[in-house]
Nanobody, 122 residues
Framework: QVQLVESGGGLVQPGGSLRLSCAAS????????MHWYRQAPGKERELVAG???????NYVDSVKGRFTISRDNAKNTVYLQMNSLKPEDTAVYYC????????????????WGQGTQVTVSS
């Protein structure tokens, strides 16, 4: 019923940029915290960046100063602007959101996007 649809992945050269988008749709009252995770082959999924409903952000140390997470609450969309990309950023990137489904019941449900491949290679 609720879907997170990701877009924006692709192949870029080192030093290049990409912007990922993730839009939540369906029967939603509001979207709470939103996050971007990534998973490289043979590695655990890691939290890359998060943004709260109030706009507070956090980042894993390896992307600080290069990545920016933002959101458009009117569109229930979260973005990840990735600059100065490095080969070690190569991974499948997953959008995650905590969704408030019911107006009068504060119960948050986890949803995940389908994943989008980001490849940084010369």
């Amino acid at each position: 019923q609720v879907q997170l649809v990701e877009s924006g992945g692709g192949l870029v050269q080192p030093g290049g940029s990409l912007r990922l988008s993730c839009a939540a749709s369906g029967s939603i009252f509001s979207v709470n915290d939103m996050h971007w995770y990534r998973q490289a082959p043979g590695k655990e999924r890691e939290l890359v960046a998060g943004v709260t409903s109030g706009g507070n952000t956090n980042y894993v140390d390896s992307v600080k100063g290069r990545f920016t997470i933002s959101r458009d609450n009117a569109k229930n969309t979260v973005y990840l602007q990735m600059n100065s990309l490095k080969p070690e950023d190569t991974a499948v990137y997953y959008c995650h959101a905590l969704v408030h489904l019911y107006r009068f019941t504060y119960h948050l449900t986890d949803y995940w996007g389908q994943g989008t491949q980001v490849t940084v290679s010369s």
